[in-house]
């Protein structure tokens, strides 16, 4: 292991016996002998993601006195304990691995600005002094809440992840759900390969092909609309007819009767 890949000591939530997928996971199999069976390979996974750096898959992690049973890594895909690569979820990867590389490049930083050395950060009994920093194998805290929620397995999450490195803001999570409703089951697939695809500026995608998806709705709509019926012109009764056509008699015996008087002079 190379001193910037993975980690000695991982992360590991104090809760995860409580978690909801592994409750959900028990659901699927009711037997003690598998639910042990997919605990234990699953926890290979996790341990051996943070020991490498790297997201790897549940056959490369397996232990040798395990085989990976395709029925038990069905039901850890199922409730998104592992993706159908046999990874873990790149969403909970993302945001527990990375702050806790982060802390580890902050220590760095903080060593090489402050001439930290390691003489002279422990007692001469070989103890550490209160103040000195924590090594890179000794996480202080969990690197995120035990009670974060996330949304492991949903495409387009894991598409921002790929081509942005990082999750999306407060801001951005709101629209990407909200497009996500408006295509209803769809909608993740659909924004993730818009996502993919526009990797500069994957909200911009998803924000111009919602305007026209619901420009087109407008305007099928529109045409569904029954047209208006035209203003129907008032017809004259019988009796006005007649005076109506004397009328233009009359106007047209006095305009015969100018035109022949201009014709005598």
Not at 102 to 126: F, M, P, Q, V, Y
Not at 176 to 195: Q, V
Not at 196 to 208: N, V, Y
């Amino acid at each position: 292991m190379s001193r910037d890949a993975g980690f000695p000591i991982a992360d590991i939530d104090t809760g995860y016996f409580e978690d909801a997928k592994l409750k959900d996971l028990w659901q699927r199999l009711r037997d003690p002998g598998q639910m042990a069976y997919a605990v234990a390979l699953h926890q290979a996974t996790v341990l051996a993601s943070w020991r490498q750096g790297c997201r790897v898959t549940v056959r490369q992690a397996c232990p040798m006195w395990l085989v990976v049973d395709d029925d038990i890594l069905a039901a850890l895909v199922a409730v998104h304990l592992l993706d159908r690569g046999g990874r873990l979820p790149l969403t909970s990867w993302t945001e527990w691995f990375l702050p806790a590389q982060k802390r580890r490049e902050e220590r760095r930083e903080a060593g090489r600005i402050g001439g930290l050395a390691s003489g002279r950060s422990r007692t001469t009994d070989g103890r550490r002094t209160p103040k000195q920093p924590l090594t890179d194998a000794e996480p202080d805290r969990p690197s995120v809440p035990t009670d974060k929620q996330t949304d492991d397995g949903r495409a387009d999450l894991e598409a921002f992840l790929e081509v942005r490195f990082r999750v999306p803001t407060p801001a951005q999570r709101t629209f990407m759900d909200g497009y996500c409703r408006t295509f209803d089951a769809t909608g993740p697939e659909r924004a993730a390969r818009l996502i993919l695809s526009h990797p500069d500026d994957p909200i911009g995608a998803l924000k111009d092909d919602l305007a026209a998806f619901r420009n087109k709705r407008k305007e099928e709509a529109q045409a569904q609309e029954e047209p208006k019926p035209k203003p129907r012109r008032a017809t004259l009764s019988p009796e006005n007819q007649r005076i109506a056509r004397l009328m233009r008699e009359a106007d047209e015996e006095r305009e015969q009767e100018r035109l022949e008087r201009m014709v005598a002079s």
